[in-house]
């Protein structure tokens, strides 16, 4: 007997939908399930992760402190393996974005921009 693969909590789900409509101007939007939440890709690019409802940006070494500065936080998990934190270059879509649409575009296209520069396609690291 399979069992159906879970869908996306209601807060990953309506995290999901505020990215939708966010990000819609940059180009095709989609959803894929992965680990305990789920990647964001715009066409063939991995730039986002949405975790326990909250949405994280793609960013890296060119973007990480912009994040910073307008108050982003990091996206950590626990390495259940090692005991160690690891904090990845994912960060939370900052608060002037969220009510803001062409703030939010342009958080997006930082995010696409960092995830072109990594060349993280189809999941890729």
Same mark, same amino acid.
């Given at each position: 007997?399979?069992?159906?693969?879970?869908?996306? $909590?209601?807060?990953?789900?309506?995290?999901?939908? =505020?990215?939708?409509?966010?990000? $819609?101007? =940059?180009?095709?939007?989609?959803?894929?399930?992965?680990?305990?939440?789920?990647?964001?890709?715009?066409?063939?690019?991995?730039?986002?992760?949405?975790?326990?409802?909250?949405?994280?940006?793609?960013?890296?070494?060119? $973007?990480?402190?912009?994040?910073?500065?307008?108050? $982003?936080?990091?996206? *950590?998990?626990?390495?259940?393996?090692?005991?160690?934190?690891?904090?990845? !270059?994912?960060?939370?879509?900052?608060?002037?974005?969220?009510?803001?649409?062409? *703030?939010?575009?342009?958080?997006?296209? *930082?995010?696409?921009?960092?995830?072109?520069?990594?060349?993280?396609? !189809?999941?890729?690291?």
């Amino acid at each position: 007997m399979s069992r159906k693969p879970k869908g996306p $909590s209601p807060e990953d789900q309506a995290a999901a939908e =505020l990215a939708h409509e966010l990000f $819609s101007d =940059l180009g095709p939007i989609r959803l894929k399930r992965m680990f305990g939440g789920a990647g964001l890709y715009c066409g063939e690019l991995f730039f986002a992760i949405i975790v326990d409802g909250v949405l994280y940006l793609k960013g890296d070494g060119e $973007s990480a402190d912009d994040y910073r500065a307008a108050g $982003s936080e990091a996206f *950590t998990w626990h390495n259940p393996k090692t005991g160690k934190d690891v904090t990845m !270059n994912f960060f939370t879509l900052p608060e002037e974005a969220v009510d803001d649409a062409d *703030t939010a575009l342009d958080w997006g296209r *930082t995010a696409l921009a960092a995830a072109r520069r990594a060349g993280m396609r !189809n999941g890729g690291q």
